[in-house]
């Protein structure tokens, strides 16, 4: 296959962790024969220094060309500290998901045995959870009508009904194709938007008989993630609420630093970290590299290059198990690796089998 990735490193650890994503990718292609191009591009913090917008008409159009975009992550803390810059880099963000009409962001929540440990839950609590979160990405509150003066403000939580039938329908692909247990997760007792979720979720269940539809309130959604997270298999949910649970999902699981992210739709996928871009630990080479590897992974999976995406998982799981570990994961009296040898290890696993 001819692979054409737009990459867009961003800020903070982003290009540390997107040089190693790259090398992974481009290993893995030699490997299968694959033939890859990369075509680099600006985004979020380091786009607006350079060109004042942070996602610039010349990053979408290389995001247009390409199969695919190999994203990391943007978010820069002068931003974060002054509520009248008039941009910002989480806007590069969102044009990129609205311009790209990137509806369905795929967040699978996994656990790894070795790490259970690191989990705020008990390992008996957390063993064996492993679902996926699906949250519809270009809607609801996000986009819709806002206004804002010095005495009151408000944000639209809007939604039609094509928006949620075929974010509806990525949810019963993934749960056919798993546990076949899809829950809806909405706040259908008070909002608006949740009721016209739950009909036409509920109109959805009659034809998919063969998976079994659940209803969720968000706050009960949100409880029972941590108090029985393996009841999970698919999880649907509008924008906000699936910012907020994914975060508290990718939490559960010990290690934000290894959980990627799809983000598919209308145009060229993009596939990225669900952790931000720690500014603190920019250049430092102690950011954990394996959710954009991983995110590399999702990416192969995308096209079904399944025995590529299995590689590259069967290499995170052993550079865990031989503890080549970055610090924050490392055991005690683990030898010190860092973003740069993490990936090197796994560039040379992938070559020597
Ligand atoms: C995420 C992030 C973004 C969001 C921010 C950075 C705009 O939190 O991808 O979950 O809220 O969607
Ligand atoms: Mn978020």
Request: proline residues 5%; hydrophobic residues 45%.
């Given at each position: 296959m001819n692979l054409k990735i737009a990459v867009l490193p961003g800020d903070g650890i982003g290009p540390e962790i997107s040089e190693q994503g790259v090398a992974v990718m481009t290993a893995v292609c030699k490997k299968f024969g694959h033939t890859v191009t990369y075509e680099y591009a600006l985004c979020?913090?380091?786009?607006?220094?350079?060109?004042?917008?942070?996602?610039?008409?010349?990053?979408?159009?290389?995001?247009?060309?390409?199969?695919?975009?190999?994203?990391?992550?943007?978010?820069?803390?002068?931003?974060?500290n002054d509520p009248t810059s008039p941009v910002r880099p989480e806007q590069g963000l969102l044009a990129?998901?609205?311009?790209?009409?990137?509806?369905?962001?795929?967040?699978?929540?996994?656990?790894?045995?070795?790490?259970?440990?690191?989990?705020?839950?008990?390992?008996?609590?957390?063993?064996?959870?492993?679902?996926?979160?699906?949250?519809?990405?270009?809607?609801?509150?996000?986009f819709g009508e806002k206004y804002q003066d010095n005495d009151k403000a408000y944000d639209t939580n809007f939604y039609s009904r094509p928006e949620i039938e075929r974010i509806l329908r990525v949810g019963y692909d993934y749960a056919r194709r798993r546990k076949k247990h899809l829950t809806v997760v909405d706040k259908a007792n008070v909002l608006a938007s949740s009721r016209l979720w739950r009909q036409i979720a509920k109109e959805m269940a009659v034809l998919?008989?063969?998976?079994?539809?659940?209803?969720?309130?968000?706050?009960?959604?949100?409880?029972?993630?941590?108090?029985?997270?393996?009841?999970?298999?698919?999880?649907?949910?509008?924008?906000?609420?699936g910012d907020i649970l994914t975060d508290e999902g990718s939490c559960i699981t010990g290690s934000m630093g290894l959980l990627p992210s799809a983000s598919t739709g209308e145009h060229t996928p993009v596939f990225e970290p669900v952790h931000g871009s720690w500014p603190q630990a920019k250049g430092q080479n102690i950011a954990n590299?394996?959710?954009?590897?991983?995110?590399?992974?999702?990416?192969?999976?995308?096209?079904?290059?399944?025995?590529?995406?299995?590689?590259?998982?069967?290499?995170?799981?052993?550079?865990l198990n031989k503890k080549i570990r970055t610090p924050e994961i490392q055991v005690e009296g683990g030898a010190h690796y860092g973003t740069r040898e993490v990936g090197a290890w796994i560039v040379d696993y992938i070559n020597a089998v």
């Open positions: 979020g913090a380091d786009a607006i220094d350079k060109v004042v917008d942070p996602f610039p008409e010349e990053t979408f159009q290389t995001c247009m060309r390409a199969d695919a975009v190999l994203f990391s992550a943007v978010g820069d803390p002068k931003y974060d990129m998901r609205k311009r790209l009409g990137l509806y369905a962001n795929i967040r699978p929540i996994e656990t790894f045995d070795c790490l259970l440990h690191k989990s705020p839950l008990k390992d008996e609590l957390v063993r064996g959870a492993d679902f996926i979160c699906i949250r519809e990405l270009t809607g609801g509150m996000y998919n008989p063969d998976v079994l539809t659940d209803f969720m309130f968000v706050d009960n959604a949100s409880m029972r993630m941590v108090q029985e997270p393996t009841f999970f298999d698919v999880i649907v949910t509008e924008n906000t609420f590299p394996l959710a954009q590897i991983l995110s590399v992974a999702m990416l192969f999976e995308h096209f079904n290059l399944d025995a590529e995406g299995r590689l590259i998982r069967e290499a995170v799981s052993a550079s």
